[in-house]
């Protein structure tokens, strides 16, 4: 009789250890909607893409479509936690689990879809160049052999026009885009270059608005895609759902409006899923 006491206990332990395991589990970014948080990777320093206000908000077209996803699988705004993942840590990021997914002009290529997987693209951009808006003088790529060109050090924008398009040209690295824009204000520079979605964002900032304007070169081919754990294709498929209703709704028409409008940025239409323009 003992031992049938003991074994019931026993039993009914191992039950509610079960339980409380399983509840576990289904809060485990469930998307359930019950508070569970997701980290969500994105860039804090690129207006009109990513960026982290001064009030700590975080606002841009990336901001917008992460928010728009994290909605579709189940978490309300204040579930999101928004998490800087620079450039050189996004499939570190991914691997380690330190973030759901990334969306961070996150443009989709062979060497990256080694490490990662993409849902998506969601954005078409073009690599381009900002000038300021009083000059007609470079018409055409060629015509940066003769100019000061800053980008950013290091960065694959300015290596493809200093190797492939304009040889000639002086190219100027500097720390960050910010440092470009001051030079190209202050007539140090002539031109800045990156994707035309990042120059747009930059342009549309309100100290910005009307001093500079995107020549429309569209140099390169920059499919934006959504970054996950290389094999979770439940979740890719999620991510295309929520992606594919998101244009059909409408609300990938307004982020590109809202962020990217003050600029006169044309954007290229909202690409298919799978869509990616080598």
């Known amino acids: 009789m003992q031992l049938r006491k003991v074994t019931a206990t026993s039993a009914a332990v191992l039950a509610l250890a079960l339980t409380a395991t399983a509840c576990g589990s289904d809060k485990e970014d469930g998307g359930s909607g019950d508070g569970k948080k997701i980290t969500i990777g994105i860039k ?33 705004a204040e579930d999101i936690v928004f998490k800087e993942t620079k450039s050189q840590d996004r499939e570190t990021a991914i691997d380690r689990g330190d973030v759901k997914f990334i969306a961070a002009s996150y443009s989709i290529n062979d060497e990256r879809l080694q490490k990662v997987d993409f849902a998506g693209p969601y954005l078409l951009a073009h690599q381009d160049i900002l000038v300021r808006a009083d000059d007609d003088s470079i018409k055409s790529p060629e015509d940066l052999n003769s100019k000061k060109l800053c980008s950013v050090t290091g960065s694959t924008s300015a290596q493809n026009v200093k190797k492939k398009l304009a040889p000639k040209a002086d190219l ?48 390169t081919n920059e499919n934006y895609g959504i970054g996950l754990k290389k094999g979770d294709a439940d979740l890719k498929k999620k991510i295309n759902d929520a992606l594919t209703k998101m244009v059909s709704d409408g609300s990938w028409d307004k982020a590109v409006k809202d962020n990217f409008g003050p600029a006169n940025y044309k954007n290229e239409p909202a690409p298919k899923i799978g869509d990616v323009v080598k």
Not at 62 to 75: H, M, N, P, R, S
Not at 175 to 195: F, P, Q, R, W
Not at 205 to 215: D, E, I, S, V, Y
Request: proline share 2%; glycine share 14%.
């Open 44 to 76: 804090i320093d690129q207006p009109g893409i990513g960026l982290k206000t001064p009030d700590g908000k975080y606002v841009g077209f990336d901001v917008d479509v992460a928010t728009y996803v994290a909605k579709e699988l189940g978490y309300k």
């Open 172 to 219: 100027q690295e500097y720390g960050g885009y910010s440092e470009c824009l001051t030079g190209l204000e202050n007539k140090v520079i002539d031109a800045l270059t990156t994707d035309d979605s990042i120059l747009a964002g930059y342009a549309s900032q309100k100290n910005f608005q009307g001093k500079f304007k995107l020549a429309g070169f569209k140099m």
